[in-house]
C-alpha cells in the first residue's frame, strides 16, 4: 500500500510596502496568507499567473484579520496592498 504525503512549503515573510501591490505568491492554487504586522489596511487580488499585475486599487477586496485562504482550480499569482502604512504578511504554501 502506497501513502500519499503532502508537503507543505516553509512560510515565507513578506514586507508589504505603503500604497502598493506586493506579489507574495506565484503560481499557486491553494494557502494561506496571514496578518503579521496588524495596523494598516490590507487588500488583496489576484491574477492568473503570467498576467499583468495590477495597477490601481480598482478590484481590491479588504483582507480580513487574521488573513484570508488562497483557493484556485488554476495557477494564480496573489497581491497585496498596504495602505496607509508598510506591513508584513506571512504566505503558507502547499
Known amino acids: 500500500m502506497t501513502k500519499e504525503v503532502k508537503v507543505m512549503a516553509d512560510p515565507v515573510i513578506v514586507a508589504c510596502?505603503?500604497?502598493?501591490?506586493?506579489?507574495?505568491a506565484t503560481a499557486v492554487?491553494?494557502?494561506?496568507?496571514?496578518i503579521l504586522i496588524k495596523t494598516p489596511n490590507y487588500y488583496h487580488t489576484y491574477r492568473d499567473t503570467g498576467?499583468?499585475?495590477?495597477?490601481?486599487?480598482?478590484?481590491?477586496?479588504?483582507?480580513?484579520?487574521p488573513g484570508g485562504k488562497?483557493?484556485?482550480?488554476?495557477?494564480?499569482?496573489?497581491y497585496i496592498w498596504a495602505e496607509a502604512k508598510a506591513g508584513s504578511v506571512r504566505v503558507?504554501?502547499?
Do not use: C, F, R, Y
Not at 498576467?51 to 484579520?65: C, I, N, R
Open 51 to 65: 498576467g499583468d499585475a495590477p495597477t490601481d486599487k480598482s478590484e481590491a477586496v479588504p483582507l480580513m484579520q
Open 70 to 78: 488562497i483557493s484556485s482550480g488554476v495557477d494564480i499569482d496573489v
Open 29 to 34: 492554487q491553494t494557502g494561506m496568507v496571514n
Open 17 to 24: 510596502p505603503e500604497g502598493e501591490w506586493t506579489k507574495v
Open 92 to 94: 503558507d504554501l502547499e
